[in-house]
């Protein structure tokens, strides 16, 4: 049960002035999701919980090694180069 104390605190937390009204209005606002929560509890399912609708497992390919490119390959296009690596901006 949320009392109008918790929605007042949880707008200390927010950084939020609530008005009477908003406390008033929220606190209702509040309950009545709890209460849906609550009738969801009141539900017996005897499905298995599911992770994923689909039911896929695994969509990703296999990890193999394959051939990469070469370094020359590689910093072909690099509009700066240095040593055989890439040379990136001075950021400090």
Known sequence: MITEETVDH???L???KLTEEQKEKFTDQLNSILGYFEKLDEVE???PPTHHVLGL???FRDDVAGQSI???EALGNAP????GYFKGPRIV
């Open 14 to 16: 927010a950084r939020i």
């Open 70 to 72: 070469s370094q020359e």
């Open 45 to 47: 399912a005897d499905v």
């Open 80 to 83: 700066k180069k240095e040593r």
């Open 10 to 12: 949880l707008g200390w």
């Open 57 to 59: 497992t695994n969509v």
